[in-house]
């Protein structure tokens, strides 16, 4: 089987997912104790009160039998027809709430990808290159250190202490530190071009993105500490030693190369960091984000808007599954998807 | 109308509540000076009473204190930012919002709750009370340049009466204060409902500057319900969700992100979910407004918003409940609505800093439906326990007590007259337990060591939770004493009032914030009728019977003379009493709003929960 068929198998494979998980989101939200209605209307202490919530839910069709509700929500999402939000931002569509809302995430989520991946990975192969000196007992420790500390514990406390950072910072605080910003808000990235909006949007996305990828950070230090130690006892390595490869070119090209294959899914599944894990940092450090939306539609049962940004995850995510199969053969061409 | 939260994580109340918007809690504001230039001009202009927009002094234009120079930015954090349009039913943010950009035709006072005029100039009644007729100011304009007409009342309220949008019709469609409309039946759920006649609204322009509405009946609160937010008008046109208008924007674009109103500041820009920012309107037609520009950040965690006023970023802030310390605040002065000013500090950064408490017109109780909870128990919870720990224990010693269901404020004779009465006449023991009386009752009825009674008690698990929480088990171990098994539940805000609906609850959190400053509007809700979630009517008895007499009497008195008035003053106190005699409620407390500045700005007293959350009023030191 060559790449293309595998491809095409692949994406064939996603629906199965795709309506799995939409009906799980269907599920929770319609089947639950949850009415979309009831949050709009609040408390409905009267006849009149409750006619209008009975009129509301018309209008929503909540009264409709279930199963024609879902084969409605079903085949609007699979024609991409993703409808409005009924709750969280009524009359909006959702998807020009996921076009103002996603970048704000995909920024966070991209730095709490870079954060770890720069700093976590070379700590990590540092340590396995150093393995059993205090130099790696110091690496190790902090990784286990940053994987211990719980997202949620981390962001109200690196908040309080950049809030009292003024002596930390070259004697400013956090806020005034290189460029003025506040500690807490969503970053303005409509001006990402311009060298000034860019730092900006930076310096007020990097605390979240240091909490959010904190834990990442552990794991990729400690999985690339134990990968550069496999490879670096291979009989190849000793090979190439022997035959006078220089020390930079046999870490460079023999060691990390092959230490990077356990590495990729631990990246991409950091990525997953995109869609769903980012809702407490979001919420701490006011970066109204998809997380945010995505935990208020689920709360206030918005079904169109926690269906499509369910919907637009599961895309997300079954992507994200596919190129990290082709990555692997990028990277190792032993790899293939020839059937055996 | 759900309760102002003081420590929610999720901040998604919504409330029908127009008048005492702006959420206690949730609303922290900076003042910061400059714009783009980083700025060192502080001037200040204007504003100590900056909330009453200069009615009365007719048509002076207040534009000459010059906004354009200024570069006064005030950032208030809310808690979201969704829907503007004046007929949804909104979110304290969104509430925020739009008080700033719409205005209706009369407005609360500073200080005050009588209306005083804001679009008009003069308005007559006629001599059956039915018919209003206002003479609109002839220099108010819509932030799009049109001329403010009757037209665009008229266009305005059929909206809040027909449009698909809206939800907020019942405020002239139904209850005491009607505007006169015909019906039409729909069959709606296999049932048929007495539906608005689009078109039907008696709501007349006589010419541009005169506008004419006729109520269905008279009301003597008519005037607040003219400044009621739902009413503000928009141009006319300006969507076409009403038969007869095609619409100059979408609705989205409208709602969300082009709201065009009367009030003293236009949408500057809207960053869906993260930030709105307002400015000043040129030649405003009322009192110059302080700050030129207000930014609101859309912040939902009280530890971000709490962290912002510690950095000191912020000048105007709220303290969480879980950070409040009662021993740190110190009263200097007592107003006549009972609002309290003075200083609470040191805070964490050593600063001492200004604060303001004021009456939220809200009561908070635990609902007990009648059908599932009989007489006895509900006597028995009511003597076993103390309101005064609530507050203490429960929210920290910020609220009232509450007896009656009328707040402070609006109960007739005002706080004095409600102490008074609740202390000589509250059956179950006025701040203090009766565990005794409480056992005899439960005895008398049967129950006993061997013979438990046991109920569920449901709390909202996203308004206040730690408050309720603490509450809950002061109830649970005092109904362990008095033979009741209390089992504590915790539910979102919708799925409660979706349960309650549905008749599944016991015994469960609400309340309900006051829409106009009269106890009819909190005990509409305190008599038997089809549809009331206390379900008294499947419990009936004499106290039900005087509840339903003295409703009826408010029924008929409703024009606006003192020989009504005091025929509703008497009624309304038959109701709480009758209401104690069955003890359908567990009364909690009436929740108080709170506002925190330092001295860098001066920011007017909150007068209470009825008056808009305006922000025009602050003024730069």
Request: charged share 20%; aromatic share 10%.
């Amino acid at each position: 089987m060559n790449r293309l068929l595998y491809l095409l198998k692949r994406i064939l494979l996603a629906i199965p997912v795709l309506l799995l998980g939409t009906t799980a989101t269907f599920a929770i939200i319609r089947l639950g104790p949850l009415n979309p209605a009831a949050a709009i209307v609040g408390p409905v202490n009267s006849a009149q009160a409750q006619e209008r919530l009975e009129r509301i839910e018309e209008q929503l069709g909540l009264n409709d039998p279930i199963h024609v509700q879902y084969a409605e929500y079903i085949t609007d999402l699979f024609t991409f027809d993703l409808g409005q939000s009924w709750v969280v931002y009524p009359g909006q569509d959702t998807v020009s709430l996921l076009a103002q809302f996603g970048p704000r995430t995909i920024w966070l989520g991209l730095w709490a990808v870079l954060i770890p991946v720069f700093i976590g990975i070379p700590l990590g192969i540092y340590a396995g290159l150093n393995v059993n000196t205090n130099r790696d007992y110091a690496a190790s420790i902090t990784g286990i250190v940053w994987r211990a500390m719980p997202n949620f514990w981390l962001a109200v406390i690196l908040l309080a202490l950049l809030s009292r950072s003024d002596t930390l910072f070259l004697g400013s605080g956090w806020e005034s530190f290189i460029i003025e910003t506040e500690i807490v808000g969503a970053p303005d990235l409509s001006s990402l071009g311009t060298p000034e909006g860019f730092v900006t949007a930076t310096k007020q996305i990097l605390p979240a993105a240091f909490v959010l990828g904190s834990a990442s950070m552990g794991n990729e230090l400690r999985l690339s500490r134990t990968a550069v130690l496999e490879i670096i006892n291979e009989d190849f390595i000793d090979t190439a030693q022997a035959v006078g490869v220089s020390r930079r070119r046999l870490i460079g090209k023999h060691v990390l190369r092959n230490a990077m294959i356990p590495l990729i899914p631990v990246i991409t599944s950091e990525a997953y960091i995109l869609v769903g894990g980012s809702v407490l940092v979001e919420v701490v450090f006011g970066i109204n984000g998809i997380g945010t939306l995505f935990f208020d539609a689920m709360t206030a049962g918005d079904l169109p808007l926690a269906g499509s940004l369910m919907f637009v995850f599961i895309l997300l995510t079954v992507c994200i599954n596919i190129m990290q199969d082709i990555l692997y053969t990028l990277i190792d061409p032993r790899i293939g998807y020839e059937e055996r | 109308m759900s309760e102002p939260d003081n420590d929610s994580q999720t901040g998604q109340s919504r409330r029908t509540i127009l008048k005492s918007a702006g959420g206690v809690a949730t609303v922290a504001l900076a003042g910061c000076l400059g714009g783009d230039d980083d700025g060192d001009s502080g001037g200040g202009n204007g504003g100590e009473n900056g909330s009453e927009n200069g009615s009365e002094n007719g048509g002076e234009n207040g534009s000459e204190n010059g906004t354009s120079n200024g570069s006064n930015v005030l950032s208030l954090s809310i808690p979201e930012a969704a829907n503007f349009d004046p007929v949804r039913i909104k979110g304290d943010g969104s509430q925020i919002v739009s008080d700033h950009v719409f205005s209706e035709l009369f407005t609360l006072p500073q200080g005050g709750l009588e209306p005083t005029a804001q679009l008009v100039t003069d308005y007559s009644v006629s001599d059956d009370g039915l018919t209003y007729t206002f003479t609109l100011r002839d220099d108010v304009t819509f932030d799009n340049g049109d001329q403010l007409t009757a037209q665009d009342f008229v266009y305005s309220w059929e909206r809040l009466a027909a449009s698909d949008n809206s939800q907020e019709g019942e405020t002239i469609l139904e209850g005491g204060f009607q505007i006169a409309h015909e019906t039409t039946t729909e069959t709606v759920d296999g049932e048929e409902q007495e539906v608005y006649q689009p078109g039907s609204l008696a709501v007349e322009a006589v010419d541009e500057g005169t506008l004419e509405v006729t109520l269905e009946s008279p009301f003597y609160d008519a005037l607040f319900w003219f400044a009621y937010g739902s009413l503000s008008p928009v141009p006319e046109g300006v969507v076409g969700d009403i038969e007869g208008y095609d619409g100059e924007m979408d609705y989205a674009e409208f709602s969300s992100q082009n709201p065009v109103g009367t009030g003293p500041y236009e949408i500057d820009s809207v960053e869906t979910g993260t930030e709105v920012v307002v400015s000043a309107v040129d030649g405003y037609h009322g009192e110059a407004p302080g700050p030129d520009q207000i930014s609101m950040q859309v912040v939902e965690n009280t530890d971000a918003i709490f962290r912002r006023a510690m950095n000191r970023n912020v000048d105007v802030f709220q303290v969480p409940n879980s950070r409040f310390d009662p021993s740190k605040v110190s009263i200097n002065e007592t107003r006549e609505l009972s609002q309290k000013v003075g200083t609470y500090g040191p805070l964490e950064n050593d600063e001492t800093a200004n604060y303001m408490t004021w009456d939220e017109a809200y009561t908070a109780y635990f609902i007990f439906d009648c059908s599932r909870v009989e007489k006895p128990i509900r006597q028995a919870l009511n003597y076993a326990v103390n309101q005064e720990n609530f507050v203490e224990q429960g929210f920290r010693g910020v609220g009232e007590p509450a007896y009656h269901q009328a707040p402070p404020t609006v109960y007739p004779g005002g706080k004095e007259a409600y102490d008074q009465h609740a202390e000589e006449n509250f059956p179950y023991g006025y701040r203090e337990a009766q565990v005794g009386q409480a056992q005899t009752v439960m005895e008398e009825a049967g129950y006993g060591e061997n013979s438990r009674a046991s109920i569920t008690l449901s709390l909202y698990n996203d308004r206040n939770p730690d408050a309720y929480s603490r509450i809950a088990e002061l109830i649970r171990a005092k109904a362990e004493s008095i033979y009741i098994d209390l089992e504590i539940e915790r539910a979102p805000f919708n799925t409660i009032i979706d349960e309650a609906v549905s008749g599944n609850l016991d015994m469960y959190t609400l309340g309900n914030g006051l829409e106009y400053p009269s106890p009819q509007d909190m005990l509409k809700f305190g008599r038997p009728y089809e549809g009331n979630l206390v379900r008294w009517r499947e419990d009936p008895s004499d106290a039900s019977e005087q509840a339903a007499n003295a409703w009826e009497t408010v029924q008929n008195n409703l024009e606006p003379t003192d020989a009504a008035q005091q025929a509703r003053s008497e009624a309304y106190i038959q109701m709480e009493e009758a209401i104690w005699q069955d003890a359908i409620y567990l009364t909690n407390y009436h929740p108080r709003g709170r506002q925190w500045w330092y001295d860098d700005v001066d920011v007017p007293v909150q007068t209470s929960g009825f008056h808009d959350r305006l922000f025009d009023g602050v003024s730069f030191e």
